[in-house]
C-alpha cells in the first residue's frame, strides 16, 4: 500500500537550535500516530511542517506522493489542524467563523457543509452563539470543524485535549476516532498516555527533535509505556 | 570567501583608506585653496560631503542584501546588511553632526529643511527602526526577516522622500546666505572631494570587511554553543 | 474572482468583528475630538488664522489617529491564534494584506470624515469649494488614507512577538510618512484656497505614485512580515 503521509528525513533549525532532526515516518490512510515527548522536543514544529507552514531545512513531506512546498496552497486545502488555541473569533458566531474559512478554501454549498459537519460534531444548536461565550469543550469542538469543513485528507492535532473536562475529552476522543474509519490519515500530539495510546495505530516518542522511539501500538498497558517512555529519555541524557 | 583571505583585503583596504585619508587632510589643511565667500570653515564641506556619500551607499548595500536574503535566505546576506547598516548609521551620524556646521555657514541657521539634511535625519531613524526590529523580535529568525522589510521599504521610500522635499522647497525659495549646494568647485576643490569620496569608501569597506568577518565568527560560535 | 473574494471575505471580517466591539472606532473617535481640544488650546487665535493652518491640523489629527488605531491592526487575530488559522489556509497572503488595507482604510476614512466635522465645527472653518473643490478633497483624502493605511498594515505585523509592542510602529513609520503628509497638505491647503485643479493635480499624481509603489511593495514583502 502507498503511504498516505510520507515524511522524509525532515529538519529544521531555529538560531542554531536543531528543533526537528532527521524525522522520517510513513502513515497509510486511515491511521493515527501519536507522537509524545517533553516540552521543548519539536514536536509543534514537526506539525507546523507537515501543515506546510514552515519549510524544513531538508528534507520533504508528501501525502499521496504529492510533495509539499511551503508555498502548495493545493497541500494546505488537503491538511487540517487542531490546536489548543481555537483559531478562531470570539465575536464572530460559530457559523460566521465557519463561513469565512469556507471562503477562505473556495468551498462549494458553504451553508450546507457547515450544517452538516456542526450536526455530525453535535453542536447545531450552537451555531449562532459567539464564540467566546461557548463553553472550552464546545470551542474545541468547533475548532475540530473548522478543521474538517474542507474535507482534509490528513488531519494534524496538537494537544487538542488541553482544558477539555473529562466529559468533553471522552466527546472529543469517539469524534477523532471517527475520522479514521473516514480513511483519514491523523498525527495526534499530546501530553497525556492514555488519550494517545486508546486510538492510536502507531507511537513515536520525540526528544531533542529526534524519533527516539517509533513502533506499532501493540496493545501497550499505561504502566508499561510509562516505563519505556522514562526509559527511553534517561537514555537521552534527560 | 575564507578569513585569512578577508583579512588580507581589510588590511589592504585600510592601509590605503588611512593613507587616503593623511591625504585628504593634508589637502583640506594645506593645500586646496580657501573658499572667498565662506572662508576658512568652509573645508567641513570635504568632511561632510563624503560621509553622506558612505551613509547613503551604505542603505543601498542594505536594501540590496536584503532583498537577496529574502529571496535566498543565506545568513550571510543578513549578515552583511546588518554590517553595512552599522557602518551606514556611524556615516549618517557623522553627516548629522556636521550638516549644521556647515548649514551655520551656508544659511546662518544650524538647522534648514534643505532635502539632503532632511533625508539624512530620516534615513537615520529608519536605520534605528532597523536595528529596533532586529534586537526586539521574541524570535530571532523572525527578526531578520522584518529587518529586511524594514531595510527594503526604507530604501524605496528615499527617493520619494528626496524628490517630495525639494519640489516643497522649490515653492518656498529660503534667502540663503551663500550657495546651499555647496560652492562651485574648482579644479583642486575637486579633486579634493574626489579624494574625500575615495578615502571615505577605502575606510568603509575596510570596515565593512572587519565587521562582516566578526559578525560570521560571532553567529558560527552562537550556532556551537547551542 | 476567486481572489477577490478572499480579499472581501478578510475586510468583511475585520468590519463585522469592529463593529461588534467597537474597540478601536471608540478610541479614535474619541482621540480625533480630544486632539482637535488640545490643538485649540495650543494655538493662539488672535496671531494665527486658523483656517490657513487647518489642512496640517486634519492630517495630523488623521496621522496620531491612524498611529492609535492601525497599530492593533493584528491584534483581533493575535487572541486564539487566529492568525495561525489564516497562515494554514489555501489563501495567498497578498489577498490577506488588501483584505487588511481594505478593512483598515474604511475605517480610517469613517474617521477622517469625522476630523473634518469636528475640526469645522471647533475651528469654525470654511470651505469655499464647489463640487470640484470637493470632488478633489475626497481624491486627497482617499489617496492620502490609502497611502498611510498600506505602509502601517504591513510594518504592524512587525509588533507582533514583538518585545517593544506597538510602540516600535512610530519609530518605523513616521520618516515614510514625510512624502504623504507633504503632498496631502500642500493639495489640501490649495483646495481650501480655492486655487485651480491645475495647481492640485500634480500632488494628486504623486500621491497616486505614492500609493501604487507602497501596494506592490506592500503586498509583495507582506508574507516575509507575516509569517512564522
Known amino acids: 500500500m502507498i503511504p498516505r503521509l510520507q515524511a522524509e528525513d525532515i529538519s529544521r533549525s531555529f538560531a542554531g537550535t536543531r528543533a526537528v532532526d532527521g524525522i522520517s515516518f510513513d502513515l497509510n490512510s486511515g491511521e493515527l500516530l501519536s507522537i509524545f515527548g517533553p516540552n521543548g522536543a519539536g514536536k509543534t514544529t514537526l506539525l507546523k511542517i507537515l501543515a506546510g507552514v514552515i519549510r524544513p531545512d531538508e528534507g520533504r513531506v508528501s501525502v499521496d506522493q504529492n510533495v509539499v512546498e511551503v508555498s502548495e496552497r493545493l497541500w494546505r486545502s488537503q491538511i487540517g489542524i487542531v490546536t489548543h488555541q481555537t483559531m478562531?473569533?470570539?465575536?464572530?458566531?460559530?457559523?460566521?467563523?465557519?463561513?469565512?474559512?469556507?471562503?477562505?478554501?473556495?468551498?462549494?454549498?458553504?451553508?450546507?457543509?457547515?450544517?452538516?459537519?456542526?450536526?455530525?460534531?453535535?453542536?447545531?444548536?450552537?451555531?449562532?452563539?459567539?464564540?467566546?461565550?461557548?463553553?472550552?469543550?464546545?470551542?474545541?469542538?468547533?475548532?475540530?470543524?473548522?478543521?474538517?469543513?474542507?474535507?482534509?485528507?490528513?488531519?494534524?492535532?496538537?494537544?487538542?485535549?488541553?482544558?477539555?473536562?473529562?466529559?468533553?475529552?471522552?466527546?472529543?476522543?469517539?469524534?477523532?476516532?471517527?475520522?479514521?474509519?473516514?480513511?483519514?490519515?491523523?498525527?495526534?500530539?499530546?501530553?497525556?498516555?492514555?488519550?494517545?495510546?486508546?486510538?492510536?495505530?502507531?507511537?513515536?516518542?520525540?526528544?531533542?527533535?529526534?524519533?527516539?522511539?517509533?513502533?506499532?501500538?501493540?496493545?501497550?498497558?499505561?504502566?508499561?509505556?510509562?516505563?519505556?517512555?522514562c526509559n527511553t529519555l534517561q537514555e537521552c541524557g534527560f | 570567501m575564507n578569513r585569512s583571505r578577508m583579512k588580507k583585503i581589510s588590511m589592504s583596504f585600510g592601509i590605503l583608506g588611512v593613507a587616503a585619508i593623511l591625504l585628504l587632510h593634508y589637502m583640506v589643511f594645506?593645500?586646496?585653496?580657501?573658499?572667498?565667500?565662506?572662508?576658512?570653515?568652509?573645508?567641513?564641506?570635504?568632511?561632510?560631503?563624503?560621509?553622506?556619500?558612505?551613509?547613503?551607499?551604505?542603505?543601498?548595500?542594505?536594501?540590496?542584501?536584503?532583498?537577496?536574503?529574502?529571496?535566498?535566505?543565506?545568513?550571510?546576506?543578513?549578515?552583511?546588511?546588518?554590517?553595512?547598516?552599522?557602518?551606514?548609521?556611524?556615516?549618517?551620524?557623522?553627516?548629522?553632526?556636521?550638516?549644521?556646521?556647515?548649514?551655520?555657514?551656508?544659511?546662518?541657521?544650524?538647522?534648514?529643511?534643505?532635502?539632503?539634511?532632511?533625508?539624512?535625519?530620516?534615513?537615520?531613524?529608519?536605520?534605528?527602526?532597523?536595528?529596533?526590529?532586529?534586537?526586539?523580535?521574541?524570535?530571532?529568525?523572525?527578526?531578520?526577516?522584518?529587518?529586511?522589510?524594514?531595510?527594503?521599504?526604507?530604501?524605496?521610500?528615499?527617493?520619494?522622500?528626496?524628490v517630495s522635499v525639494s519640489w516643497l522647497r522649490s515653492l518656498h525659495p529660503e534667502a540663503v546666505v551663500l550657495n546651499p549646494d555647496g560652492p562651485t568647485l574648482d579644479e583642486s576643490m575637486l579633486a579634493t572631494l574626489l579624494v574625500g569620496l575615495l578615502a571615505y569608501s577605502l575606510i568603509f569597506v575596510c570596515l565593512f570587511t572587519v565587521r562582516y568577518s566578526t559578525e560570521l565568527v560571532d553567529r558560527a560560535t552562537q550556532m556551537q554553543d547551542v | 474572482m476567486k481572489y477577490l473574494s478572499v480579499v472581501w471575505a478578510v475586510a468583511r471580517k475585520d468590519l463585522l468583528v469592529e463593529m461588534r466591539t467597537l474597540e478601536r472606532l471608540t478610541a479614535m473617535g474619541a482621540f480625533s475630538v480630544l486632539i482637535g481640544v488640545l490643538f485649540h488650546f495650543s494655538i493662539d487665535t488672535s496671531l494665527i488664522r486658523v483656517q490657513t493652518i487647518a489642512p496640517s491640523l486634519i492630517w495630523m489629527a488623521t496621522i496620531f489617529v491612524g498611529m492609535l488605531g492601525l497599530g492593533r491592526i493584528y491584534t483581533i487575530e493575535d487572541e486564539n491564534r487566529a492568525l495561525s488559522g489564516l497562515l494554514q489556509s489555501p489563501i495567498s497572503l497578498d489577498a490577506l494584506y488588501f483584505g487588511k488595507v481594505l478593512s483598515n482604510s474604511i475605517l480610517l476614512l469613517s474617521i477622517v470624515v469625522l476630523i473634518l466635522v469636528v475640526f469645522a465645527v471647533f475651528f469654525n472653518l470654511s470651505f469655499p469649494g464647489g463640487w470640484l473643490g470637493w470632488i478633489s478633497l475626497s481624491g486627497v483624502i482617499l489617496l492620502g488614507v490609502l497611502s498611510f493605511v498600506s505602509i502601517m498594515t504591513l510594518l504592524s505585523a512587525v509588533a507582533v512577538n514583538n518585545t517593544m509592542g506597538e510602540s516600535i510602529i512610530p519609530v518605523l513609520v513616521l520618516p515614510l510618512l514625510v512624502p504623504i503628509v507633504i503632498h496631502t497638505v500642500t493639495a489640501t491647503n490649495r483646495i481650501f484656497a480655492n486655487r485651480p485643479f491645475a495647481e492640485i493635480e500634480g500632488n494628486l499624481r504623486m500621491l497616486a505614485a505614492i500609493v501604487l509603489i507602497f501596494l506592490v511593495a506592500g503586498a509583495s514583502l507582506f508574507r516575509f512580515a507575516i509569517e512564522e
Open chain 2, 30 to 162: 594645506f593645500w586646496v585653496p580657501t573658499e572667498l565667500s565662506m572662508g576658512i570653515v568652509q573645508r567641513i564641506f570635504y568632511i561632510h560631503v563624503p560621509s553622506w556619500w558612505v551613509a547613503f551607499i551604505s542603505f543601498g548595500v542594505v536594501a540590496l542584501c536584503s532583498g537577496v536574503y529574502l529571496w535566498l535566505g543565506d545568513d550571510r546576506l543578513d549578515a552583511a546588511a546588518v554590517t553595512a547598516a552599522e557602518g551606514g548609521m556611524i556615516f549618517t551620524t557623522i553627516g548629522l553632526l556636521t550638516g549644521p556646521l556647515w548649514g551655520k555657514i551656508a544659511w546662518g541657521a544650524w538647522w534648514t529643511w534643505e532635502p539632503r539634511l532632511t533625508l539624512a535625519l530620516l534615513l537615520w531613524f529608519i536605520y534605528l527602526g532597523y536595528f529596533l526590529v532586529r534586537r526586539s523580535t521574541l524570535n530571532p529568525e523572525r527578526g531578520k526577516r522584518l529587518a529586511a522589510v524594514v531595510g527594503i521599504i526604507g530604501v524605496l521610500d528615499i527617493p520619494l522622500i528626496h
Open chain 1, 88 to 229: 478562531l473569533y470570539d465575536q464572530l458566531s460559530g457559523r460566521e467563523n465557519l463561513l469565512f474559512y469556507a471562503k477562505l478554501f473556495d468551498l462549494e454549498d458553504p451553508e450546507d457543509r457547515i450544517r452538516e459537519t456542526m450536526k455530525t460534531l453535535g453542536i447545531l444548536e450552537m451555531a449562532d452563539r459567539f464564540v467566546g461565550s461557548l463553553s472550552r469543550g464546545f470551542q474545541q469542538r468547533l475548532t475540530l470543524a473548522r478543521a474538517l469543513l474542507h474535507d482534509p485528507k490528513v488531519l494534524l492535532l496538537d494537544e487538542p485535549y488541553a482544558g477539555l473536562d473529562l466529559y468533553a475529552s471522552r466527546l472529543l476522543r469517539d469524534r477523532i476516532n471517527s475520522l479514521k474509519d473516514g480513511n483519514r490519515t491523523v498525527v495526534l500530539v499530546t501530553h497525556s498516555f492514555e488519550q494517545g495510546l486508546e486510538l492510536a495505530d502507531r507511537v513515536a516518542i520525540q526528544a531533542r527533535g529526534r524519533f527516539v522511539f517509533t513502533g506499532l501500538n501493540e496493545g501497550f498497558r499505561l504502566t508499561e509505556f510509562e516505563h519505556l517512555y
